[in-house]
């Protein structure tokens, strides 16, 4: 397995890219708007995208995902509370999406945005075991989501507490954390 970060430095927003060797497949989680850095990253790695994945609704930057998807013929992926006019393949709490070796666990984690997603990364020839997890936007630096960008009565503060807090803290100890944002963003 191969893992790669892509940072935006003026906003501190991180873009991941998962792949499999064996397979010469590849995904991208929360590809930003310019999607030559993702398309450039898979030549090098010798790698075609095919899942290009969005973890919620953005406020904080505009997705590149239907660009990359359109780019490479990657299958776009989105949750499905997304609230979306377009075509997407849906995915909910618990789904699996394998790469050869590779595995991304699904894990709804609303709060933030009612239909945000985690990924949870598994890496098959080194165990059994996740090996870490992409947490978009619900763990940032020495914080979590901002629960007060939730639009619906039943999310916000106390769904982020009851099920999305409870979800992560559940991991075993030794899963790393990748956050959506980075230090020094606002």
């Not at 849906?90 to 990924?119: A, C, F, S």
């Amino acid at each position: 397995m191969w893992f790669e970060t892509i940072i935006r430095e003026e906003t501190g927003c991180a873009a991941y890219m998962i792949g499999c060797q064996r397979t010469g497949e590849c995904a991208v989680f929360d590809p930003l708007w310019d999607v030559q850095p993702y398309i450039d990253m898979a030549k090098e790695k010798k790698s075609s995208i095919r899942y290009v994945i969005d973890s919620h609704s953005h406020a904080d930057h505009v997705s590149g995902a239907r660009l990359l998807s359109e780019a490479t013929g990657g299958e776009l992926i989105l949750p499905e509370l997304a609230d979306i006019s377009y075509e997407a393949t849906r995915v909910k709490h618990g789904d699996l999406i394998r790469m050869g070796g590779v595995g991304l666990e699904i894990v709804h984690v609303p709060g933030h945005r009612p239909e945000q997603i985690n990924l949870l990364v598994y890496d098959y020839p080194r165990g059994d075991e996740p090996w870490f997890i992409l947490t978009a936007d619900f763990v940032m630096v020495g914080d979590v989501a901002r629960p007060d960008l939730a639009q619906t009565g039943d999310e916000g503060a106390p769904v982020l507490f009851d099920t999305s807090i409870p979800r992560f803290l559940d991991l075993p100890d030794y899963v790393e954390v990748y956050p959506g944002h980075l230090a020094g963003s606002t």
